[in-house]
């Protein structure tokens, strides 16, 4: 039987706020997931005879990294992934994540001990907003400055997306005196990407789309933007070796482009809610109708 991937976890910050809940699982062996849609509960099988590789998705590594937990999981034969996402410092649309220069440390240490080839830099969502005085403002002014960095680091890919509207992100937004988000023509999207691309490349970075078909489409030959797999079965075969699916996972957003592999997600929204308050997150409920 193929070992499975554990997502840990696209609906929260699980590496930032919840580490110790997950590490008793762990003792316990297993995890109970509630389903979000039709709550109904499964076990997933949390050891190293039945787990391939835990996949961490973070803004924040800083406890993960302070408890050492990264290390002790290693002890007990699990292997691991990150996906970290370092965007530009604005405590406007993300007011409870670390400054950008302790990011950029951390993106260091889990190169340094985990090996880079292991690590996936999310720059994500790119978006667009403007404020009282009507100026229009984006969020890559420090894409540069994270780039160099992650390339000494020995990062050589970038993951991205555009912010997508969702009904609570308008909700939340409507609480902000003469703030609103923007959203640029495809036309638009098609010359600021290319134009990351640019620079990433420079620094020895692929770039990838996230969930951008519409996108990806309509790029240039000369492009060599991929789409993106956050959880890639196929690069875990090739770090760790052994028997894994490389099925398409049929939850995600496959005709939008997603390129993920079967996974397991372990987080919740409700049970696990994310402090972050990112004002573009799709996923914390607080707002949510």
């Not at 992100?169 to 005196?177: H, S, Y």
Request: hydrophobic content about 35%; proline content about 5%.
């Amino acid at each position: 039987m193929k070992k499975i991937v554990i997502s840990a976890s696209r609906r929260t910050d699980i590496p930032a706020f919840y580490m110790d809940w997950f590490m008793q699982q762990i003792k316990k062996k297993a995890f109970q997931v509630i389903n979000p849609y039709n709550r109904q509960t499964k076990t997933v099988p949390a050891t190293p005879d039945k787990v391939h590789t835990i996949a961490f998705w973070s803004k924040n590594f800083g406890p993960f990294i302070k408890g050492k937990f990264g290390e002790n999981l290693m002890k007990m034969g699990f292997n691991l992934f990150f996906n970290f996402t370092i965007n530009s410092h604005s405590p406007l649309l993300e007011p409870n994540v670390p400054h950008l220069l302790e990011r950029l440390d951390q993106l260091e240490y889990l190169c340094g001990n985990f090996d880079a080839k292991c690590v996936n830099w999310r720059f994500d969502p790119i978006c667009f907003y403007k404020t009282k005085d009507e100026k229009v403002i984006d969020n890559i002014h420090d894409l540069t400055v994270i780039a160099d960095r992650a390339s000494r680091c020995g990062i050589t890919r970038c993951i991205t997306s555009f912010m997508d509207d969702y009904r609570k992100i308008q909700k939340r937004t409507a609480l902000i005196e003469g703030f609103s988000f923007i959203y640029p023509s495809l036309e638009k999207k098609v010359e600021l990407i290319l134009s990351i691309e640019k620079k990433l490349a420079s620094a020895g970075i692929q770039l990838y789309a996230c969930c951008e078909k519409k996108l990806a489409d309509i790029l240039p030959e000369s492009s060599k933007i991929k789409n993106s797999s956050c959880i890639p079965n196929d690069l875990l075969l090739k770090l760790y070796g052994g028997d894994l699916s490389l099925k398409k996972d049929s939850g995600q957003r496959i005709k939008q482009g997603c390129g993920c592999k079967v996974s397991i997600d372990i987080g919740s929204y409700n049970l696990h809610p994310c402090y972050h308050n990112c004002l573009f997150c799709y996923a914390n409920p607080c707002s949510a109708s």
